[in-house]
């Protein structure tokens, strides 16, 4: 007969309400986050935004969000990116000013991807690993899962850390040069 793997297994006392006082802090973080992609969205004047800024809020769906989390980070980029291009009309020997200093990249996109790529990729390691690995608790496989687990979250920690300066950098930013460009 097969044992499945279920909560009881592996409960240990008091470990539920750990789990949820541990919850809240990262709800919190989560909710300031979005917040923050929201407001650096309604920074960029509407004609120059790719999305509506409450489309942020979708990425708080279960599974839809960690795929929906890879459009919100390339429209934003790309909000901010035609906002700056707005700014700078006037060109730099035929070339746009905002792709002479910064070579036409898309702003935050390169870290909010490999923010994104990370943290996708911890469930699916999480997957695989129970598909196709001996899960034993000493197991070469389980010793293997730990490290490379350990290595994506720290890996998505610091990228998502990044990701949310150059965020909060670049809302700033839109906000003195939007009330400079009206002033």
């Known amino acids: 007969m097969v044992k499945l793997l279920t909560v009881e297994t592996y409960s240990v006392g008091g470990a539920g309400a ?10 919190i973080l989560g909710v300031l986050f979005l ?20 489309l942020v809020w979708l990425q708080l769906i279960p599974l839809f969000g960690q795929l929906w ?40 996109r390169r870290m909010g991807l490999a923010y994104c790529i990370l943290y996708l990729s911890m469930p699916l390691l999480i997957i695989l690993t129970n598909l196709f690995g001996d899960f034993a608790p000493n197991g070469i ?35 003195r040069g939007g009330a400079a460009m009206a002033g």
């Open 141 to 175: 496989v389980f010793l293997l899962f730990m490290f490379t687990l350990g290595v994506l979250m720290l890996g998505t920690g610091v990228c998502w850390i990044i990701y949310w300066v150059q965020l909060a950098r670049y809302k700033n930013k839109l906000k």
């Open 18 to 27: 750990l789990q949820i006082v541990l919850l809240f802090p990262f709800l």
């Open 69 to 108: 989390q890879f459009f919100v980070v390339s429209k934003i980029a790309g909000s901010i990116d035609k906002e700056m291009r707005s700014w700078h009309s006037e060109s730099i020997f035929g070339a746009d000013a905002v792709v002479a200093e910064g070579g036409g990249k898309r702003p935050t």
């Open 35 to 54: 917040l923050t992609q929201q407001n650096t969205l309604k920074s960029v004047k509407a004609e120059n935004r790719l999305m509506h800024p409450g």
